[in-house]
């Protein structure tokens, strides 16, 4: 199966990635999705952890890769699948083992504006200062995004336009596929 696997730091663009893939037929797996599912099913909730403390926590329970293991399960049976949210390099290698032939895109955008997007779309896990911001800033690259997003195939600048953004994430795919 070729997989399409999407890195970027919170509030790079992955989601309007999505929606370009979303566009063209191309199904996908978010790996956040696939957390928060196990985590409302844990009862993690009940004993004081955040959504993030939970997935760190599985990883040390469960190894490193323990997402990309849980996501695979979610990918299908067709020949092509993007799965969105990838953190470590030890995720990209399980999926190749599990056998996936591999492309990474990493999404970047500044930090000044992935903060403005956050706070603007107003999650629940919406930084409520830049100090916030910054911590799960520091969580995310401690979980080894960094790595990922240095080591990816493809890198999609997601500063301008969301039109811009969304064209050039198509002709990206489209290239890829």
């Known amino acids: ?9 919170p509030g790079a663009g992955k989601e309007e990635l999505l929606t370009a893939a979303t566009g063209m ?10 957390v928060r599912e196990c985590y ?5 909730e009940s004993e004081g952890l955040s959504v993030g403390q939970f997935a760190t926590r599985e990883r040390e329970r469960f190894g490193a890769d323990i997402w990309a293991k849980r996501v695979m399960g979610k ?16 995720e990209i290698e399980t999926f190749i ?29 919406a930084p409520a200062t830049p100090e916030e911001f910054r911590e799960r800033d520091s969580r995310e690259l401690g979980w080894g995004s960094g790595e990922v997003i240095a080591l990816a195939d493809y890198v999609i600048p997601n ?13 990206l795919l489209r290239s890829i596929r």
């Open 25 to 34: 037929g191309i199904p996908f797996v978010r790996m956040g999705d696939v």
């Open 75 to 90: 990918a299908g049976d067709g020949d092509l699948c993007l799965i969105d949210g990838c953190r470590s390099r030890s």
């Open 159 to 171: 500063m301008s336009d969301l039109e811009s953004f969304h064209s050039a994430a198509a002709d």
């Open 1 to 9: 199966m070729k997989l399409i696997v999407v890195s970027g730091m």
């Open 97 to 125: 083992a599990l056998g996936g032939d591999v492309t990474v895109i990493a999404v970047h955008a500044s930090p000044s504006v992935r903060y403005e997007r956050l706070v603007k779309r107003a999650r629940a896990d």
């Open 40 to 44: 409302a099913s844990s009862g993690a």
